[in-house]
């Protein structure tokens, strides 16, 4: 008998009833007025923009934010079912919501979400020929002799999963799991909105 212990798990949903084309001219007009975020951007040698360090009040400023974090909420809280997280009194809150624009040639090195409990990203404009997600097995560092995986191998077996999102598509991972977006090799930019759920009591 062989079982799969330990499992990774990836959650993927889709946003309802959100204006794909007011999403993307929300992301471009934040973008284009925070000073703050171009120029966190450019002191960091950071690809394209994203509001991560400038700005915390996305759902305040645009309603359609907001109509977005109501459904994420939905999605994490079947997430974390799926997951059987024993919350106790507490419960998972939103911690951070924050637009990405990746140009063309624009990479996000691989990294995880420390402090947080559940990440993930929904994307808004995905140009033909742009970057996948990739996912990385936590245990990658742990394989030092460790024969390579077919090219054929299940996906479970792997140790290296891309994802390749379709707009409005809702992903989420625990946020320990490494991951990254390789090169955008479209010659338009990649839209995405990522953000962090944390356990509070």
């Given at each position: 008998m062989i079982k799969s212990l330990f499992a990774t798990r990836l959650y993927q949903g889709r946003l309802t009833g959100i204006d794909a084309d007011e999403l993307e001219a929300s992301c471009y007009s934040i973008a284009e007025d925070d000073e703050a975020g171009q120029e966190w951007c450019e002191a960091e040698g950071y690809p394209g923009y994203t509001s991560y360090a400038s700005l915390t009040d996305l759902p305040w400023r645009f309603p359609i934010f907001a109509d977005i974090v109501k459904q994420l909420d939905k999605h994490v809280a079947a997430f974390a079912d799926d997951l059987e997280f024993d919350l106790g009194g507490g419960k998972l809150v939103l911690e951070d919501l924050w637009i990405n624009i990746l140009p063309e040639g624009g990479i996000h090195t691989a990294?995880?979400?420390?402090?947080?409990?559940?990440?993930?990203?929904?994307?808004?404009?995905?140009?033909?020929?742009?970057?996948?997600?990739?996912?990385?097995?936590?245990?990658?560092?742990?394989?030092?002799?460790?024969?390579?995986?077919?090219?054929?191998?299940?996906?479970?077996?792997?140790?290296?999963?891309?994802?390749?999102?379709?707009?409005?598509?809702?992903?989420?991972?625990?946020?320990?799991?490494?991951?990254?977006?390789?090169?955008?090799?479209?010659?338009?930019?990649?839209?995405?909105?990522?953000?962090?759920?944390?356990?509070?009591?």
């Amino acid at each position: 008998m062989i079982k799969s212990l330990f499992a990774t798990r990836l959650y993927q949903g889709r946003l309802t009833g959100i204006d794909a084309d007011e999403l993307e001219a929300s992301c471009y007009s934040i973008a284009e007025d925070d000073e703050a975020g171009q120029e966190w951007c450019e002191a960091e040698g950071y690809p394209g923009y994203t509001s991560y360090a400038s700005l915390t009040d996305l759902p305040w400023r645009f309603p359609i934010f907001a109509d977005i974090v109501k459904q994420l909420d939905k999605h994490v809280a079947a997430f974390a079912d799926d997951l059987e997280f024993d919350l106790g009194g507490g419960k998972l809150v939103l911690e951070d919501l924050w637009i990405n624009i990746l140009p063309e040639g624009g990479i996000h090195t691989a990294h995880i979400h420390p402090h947080s409990v559940i990440s993930g990203t929904t994307y808004v404009k995905l140009p033909e020929g742009t970057s996948a997600i990739k996912y990385e097995d936590p245990r990658l560092q742990m394989m030092m002799a460790a024969p390579p995986k077919k090219k054929d191998a299940r996906e479970e077996n792997r140790q290296f999963v891309y994802v390749k999102p379709e707009v409005g598509d809702v992903l989420l991972w625990e946020s320990w799991l490494r991951h990254e977006v390789p090169m955008n090799m479209a010659e338009d930019e990649r839209i995405s909105v990522s953000f962090n759920y944390k356990w509070v009591d």
